[in-house]
């Protein structure tokens, strides 16, 4: 079965560097979901989209913005990236309320 | 907002134990999932588990929505079982979507061959 399609897996970044993050859903997935995951720590929630509007805010910094298109793909852009935005970058989507994540981002800024 | 906690932190088990993690949040939930993040990073949907109970193999899940807590069952406990358990909470939106998840700061499990 299709799942959540995540790229770049890997991306290294210099500091006030800008970065896009690409994610695309499950075929026929209504919702899709950002998260952030930095080490050991438990996921914390960025933005989501409901049929290409956006539909919740989470703790995004105003440094990021996101975006989900007609073809139903979602991109993360963040931009002058900081040492602490090192961190593994999830998508999901749901059709009914059940999450699917893809296998994530790990974004390091040096 | 919602808080969500998670016990055991931390549980080591031999191969073949069963175990019990547990989940309680302070606030109405009408969408609580559990989540097994393995080694590699890659978060796996267990249950979507707002009230009642659910099995699938090995594992099977209770929630009580009143008292606000759920609980996750491991049987028969497999190596390949280690990982971090995440129990996380949300609100369903009329309409269609659903809010983001609050996430637990999850169970590690680790099971010794």
């Known amino acids: 079965a299709a799942g959540v399609i995540q790229s770049p897996r890997h991306l290294i970044k210099e500091k006030r560097e800008t970065a896009t993050l690409k994610c695309y859903p499950i075929p026929r997935h209504d919702t899709v979901y950002w998260y952030q995951q930095g080490p050991g720590q438990d996921p914390q929630f960025l933005i989501s989209f409901y049929e290409k509007m956006q539909s919740d805010k989470g703790s995004i910094p105003d440094r990021f913005s996101a975006q989900q298109f007609s073809d139903y793909h979602s991109e993360l852009n963040m931009s002058s990236l900081e040492l602490g935005d090192s961190a593994l970058y999830f998508c999901a989507s749901s059709s009914t309320v059940k999450a699917f994540f893809g296998q994530g981002t790990r974004l390091t800024v040096v | 907002g919602i808080q969500v906690e998670q016990s055991p932190p931390d549980l080591i088990l031999q191969e073949g134990a069963n175990s019990t993690l547990r989940c309680n949040f302070s606030?109405?939930?009408?969408?609580l999932q559990w989540f097994h993040q393995n080694p590699w990073g890659q978060l796996i949907n267990l249950f979507y588990i707002p009230s009642g109970t659910k099995q699938n193999g090995r594992l099977s899940a209770t929630t009580v929505a009143t008292e606000r807590y759920s609980l996750l069952y491991i049987s028969s406990s497999q190596t390949t079982d280690s990982g971090v358990y995440f129990c996380?909470?949300?609100?369903?939106?009329?309409?269609?979507?659903?809010?983001?998840?609050?996430f637990g700061k999850g169970t590690h499990l680790i099971i010794q061959p």
């Open positions: 996380a909470v949300g609100v369903r939106v009329s309409g269609g979507g659903a809010d983001g998840l609050t």
């Open positions: 606030d109405s939930v009408n969408n």
